[in-house]
């Protein structure tokens, strides 16, 4: 029995004349001349599998080429017409009728009447299968985060007419075990995990950000959106075990910096490159060896860190301040010793932040920046020109060290962080009054005895501890011709243009 007459029975049990499909919009059954929107959603791949059972020889070559087919198909409940249409990266399957496609509506459920469930009804729905089983319909997302968790993803990705995406060792998996969401179905999910005041939010803004939390399992950080399709949203994994100082590789140059007693640690990398994690291992690490008070402030809370011998203050903008900014003026009058900001997102942002780190405060934030060098010149940048010799004077005085890191994909699975340290010593506070940036590269390189290191650097080790493959390393590096040349000098044998090997 071909799959295609699981949609034939269900169309001939509810007096149907015909049956549309079209990828990524909900099907719809023609009764008594009028056209009903059915629940079920099909991608491309989904519809060409069906059509691929039972399609003639004669027909297959103009269809495989992108061209339109109508053929008789001989059912097993009686012969139909069936006709194909395709173009504009559209499919259209029709079952019944004259065997001819009727021209494709830009938007058909507003043209017809919905069906309520008197006239369609949920269990008569036609079970699409995909290679013989059943596609699984998610009852609540906790399901998609324990998949998460038990599968090493990083990132959840949900999105109006598509499968559910996880992001597994910083690879996108598209989960096509799974139905397809409409924009009502998932909005329903959705909406089941987010809090009052987001939603609200999300109506009026069309975005919104909260944290979510399973007991025992994870914390998520979620973000809510708005795209051409309907609603959407990306899941974070945020482990309730903060990661250690030693599990990231933290080098002791690194670990050093939770002893200051004031100054300004910039962790910073581009979007996913666990900027997050790092900074809660820094706070673990402190919470372990000082005797202090800590504030974060966060848009969510992230890794929850419990008091072990710090006292701890995680506050969430806009659940328990209005800004990053009033937070953090707030924070100069909660007597702390070390402050967290998890994004340092806006010039006041900024400002206040070396202005807590050079009234004898450890201020510990992050910045969406690649390297090292263009962190301190992205700093200054963010001022007006007339304010920047200031704010360049000011950042040597209260910048003790930037942190860049990224991730690479291990070998055999898993993905691990490469660093690259500057350390603020007289020639580099030097160089910052200067504005001369361009030579940080350079101290970093003659630093290694301090415990400074470049990208570069770290990657070549893990590439000949074989842990990264030297393509991986070869995409993920910024100087890429520097990191060739210590392939050569290392005998690692590489030429660009290689494949990427992602297992």
Not at 82 to 106: D, K
Not at 234 to 263: H, N, Q
Not at 364 to 391: C, K, W
Not at 407 to 424: N, Q, S, V, W
């Amino acid at each position: 029995m071909a799959k295609i007459d699981q949609f034939i029975d269900f169309m001939i049990k509810n007096k149907g004349e015909r049956f549309v499909i079209r990828n990524n919009e909900k099907c719809n059954l023609v009764i008594g001349g009028q056209t009903k929107p059915v629940s079920t959603i099909m991608n491309a791949q989904q519809i060409q599998a069906l059509i691929a059972e039972v399609i003639p020889e004669e027909s297959r070559a103009s269809y495989e080429a992108g061209g339109n087919a109508a053929f008789s198909y001989a059912s097993t409940l009686g012969p139909q017409q069936i006709a194909v249409e395709q173009g504009n990266g559209a499919i259209q399957l029709s079952i019944g009728g004259s065997g001819v496609a009727e021209p494709v509506a830009e938007n058909v459920e507003a043209q017809v009447p919905s069906v309520t469930p008197t006239e369609v009804s949920e269990e008569a729905q036609p079970t699409i299968t995909v290679g013989g089983s059943a596609l699984k319909k998610v009852g609540h997302l906790d399901e998609l985060f324990r998949y998460l968790k038990a599968n090493e993803c990083s990132d959840l990705h949900c999105a109006s007419n598509d499968h559910p995406i996880v992001r597994q060792h910083g690879i996108m998996k598209k989960l096509t075990e799974y139905e397809v969401w409409s924009h009502d179905m998932l909005k329903e999910l959705l909406w089941a995990v987010c809090p009052e005041r987001n939603k609200e939010q999300w109506e009026s803004d069309h975005d919104t950000d909260f944290a979510y939390e399973i007991k025992d399992l994870a914390r998520f950080r979620c973000n809510y959106f708005r795209d051409r399709h309907g609603i959407g949203a990306v899941f974070r994994l945020i482990p309730t075990e903060v990661v250690t100082a030693e599990m990231l590789g933290l080098t002791k140059a690194m670990t050093d910096l939770c002893y200051l007693s004031k100054g300004l640690v910039v962790v910073t990398g581009p979007t996913g490159s666990g900027k997050s994690t790092t900074l809660a291992a820094l706070m673990h690490y402190v919470n372990n060896v000082r005797d202090d008070h800590v504030i974060t402030i966060e848009d969510p809370i992230e890794f929850v860190h419990e008091n072990i011998r710090c006292l701890i203050n995680q506050r969430e903008v806009h659940a328990h301040t209005e800004s990053f900014p009033r937070a953090l003026r707030a924070a100069l009058r909660e007597d702390p010793d070390v402050v967290l900001v998890g994004e340092m997102r806006d010039l006041e942002t900024i400002a206040i932040a070396i202005e807590t780190a050079e009234t004898g405060h450890l201020f510990f934030g992050a910045l969406h920046t690649s390297t090292a060098p263009s962190t301190v010149d992205r700093i200054i940048d963010q001022f007006p020109p007339a304010q920047q010799e200031q704010i360049r004077v000011m950042l040597s005085e209260s910048l003790v060290a930037i942190i860049a890191q990224t991730l690479c994909r291990k070998i055999g699975g898993g993905r691990i962080a490469t660093f690259e340290l500057l350390l603020c010593d007289s020639a580099t506070r030097n160089l910052i009054r200067e504005g001369k940036t361009f030579q940080l590269q350079s101290i970093m390189q003659v630093g290694k005895g301090k415990g400074m290191i470049t990208m570069n650097e770290s990657l070549m080790a893990h590439v000949k501890n074989k842990i990264v493959e030297p393509h991986e390393a070869y995409v993920k590096a910024l100087d890429k011709a520097g990191l060739l040349q210590s392939f050569e000098k290392e005998n690692i044998d590489f030429k660009p243009g290689e494949d990427i090997k992602t297992e």
